[in-house]
């Protein structure tokens, strides 16, 4: 009989083992029922218990992390995803959806290393699109530009790829080619009115007046916010291309949302300085003494104004007062350029 034993011992253990099988098909069958109906919280459960009996079941494991996904729990989704790559290094679905994971997580490392593991397995996903995203926000902005040449080879039609571009081009402070990447995201995306403002602001740099009017009304007819930022970039940009009574209206505007602001009082008497209005802006300049009576920049522009006005004597007064207050403004008069700052 005893030699009988090791053969029972065997069959026991094989029973067990398709018992169990048995069991993890039967929980996993009915967390893909609830799968289908959208009851992902009870398919959970079910995925659980089926995992319970076959803990290495990489089916299992990638429904259940797929449940959890549509819950909104991306960790413990990801903790799941991560057992099934080390189960299976190779499995494509599975990398690409830690890839994904890892963007809305923004481990940004991460990405370039599933992104590489993309590409290895020949993903049809935008691999180069994932890598130029990744190496921006790690403001690696050369690599970024590259993957994004690559990318928009990629899909061309694709907004996104010129933007982030745009966006290292800034960071680059190469304005030029980045307001030319903004206008071709935009080409691709008409209604993003963010990416109109930031576009304004590129051509500001550049400087391109015109052109920062042109995308700075957009962005705000397609609904972008009216912050005071934005007011005083669209009315300086106003001014810029001599668009004096539209500019002021803003910079008006402005200054009853910021009252006392020295920067800005200070623009808008260059504003009219630079227009020929020297009363108004001696006018807008003397305000200034309110909040800090030894100004030593508005007193001299403010004589300034006044050799233009054809007051000369009490205009270089003036501009000889400001000077033994501020030393540093006889080099403005050498230049005849008006200072800058306050």
């Known amino acids: 009989m005893r030699k009988y034993l090791p053969l029972a011992g065997c069959l026991l253990m094989s029973a067990a083992v398709y018992s169990q099988s048995d069991s993890a098909g039967f929980y996993h069958d009915k967390g893909l029922v609830e799968k289908q109906a959208r009851r992902y919280r009870e398919a959970e459960k079910h995925f659980i218990k089926a995992s319970s009996f076959n803990p290495k079941n990489t089916v299992i494991l990638t429904d259940l992390a797929s449940v959890l996904l549509e819950q909104n729990r991306y960790m413990e989704a990801r903790e799941k995803l991560l057992s099934v790559e080390q189960l299976d290094p190779n499995n494509l679905p599975v990398i690409e959806k830690l890839a994904q994971l890892s963007i809305n997580t923004r481990k940004w490392e991460e990405v370039i290393k599933y992104a590489d593991k993309m590409k290895q397995l020949k993903s049809t996903q935008p691999v180069n699109f994932l890598m130029a995203k990744a190496n921006y926000e790690l403001e690696r902005y050369g690599d970024a530009l590259r993957f994004c040449e690559l990318a928009f080879r990629d899909d061309p039609k694709k907004a996104e790829t010129p933007y982030i571009a745009a966006r290292a081009l800034v960071e680059m402070s190469n304005y030029k080619k980045a307001a030319g990447c903004y206008e071709q995201a935009l080409e691709r995306d008409s209604s993003n009115a963010t990416w109109m403002y930031e576009a304004g602001l590129t051509f500001y740099a550049i400087p391109d007046d015109k052109k920062a009017v042109y995308w700075l009304e957009r962005a705000g007819a397609k609904g972008y916010k009216k912050t005071n930022d934005y007011l005083e970039n669209l009315g300086n940009a106003y001014l810029n291309t001599g668009q004096l009574e539209k500019g002021m209206e803003i910079m008006n505007q402005m200054l009853k949302n910021r009252p006392g602001d020295k920067e800005l009082i200070y623009t808008i008497g260059e504003a009219w300085y630079k227009a020929g209005k020297w009363q108004e802006a001696i006018d807008t300049w003397d ?45 403005q008069r050498t230049e005849k350029k008006m200072p800058t700052g306050l």
């Open 287 to 331: 305000k200034i003494f309110s909040i800090d009576a030894k100004n030593a920049n508005a007193l001299y522009m403010i004589g300034m104004a006044y050799q233009k006005k054809g007051e000369k004597e009490k205009g270089q007064q003036l501009c000889d007062k400001a000077i033994e207050l501020d030393p540093g403004l006889a080099k």
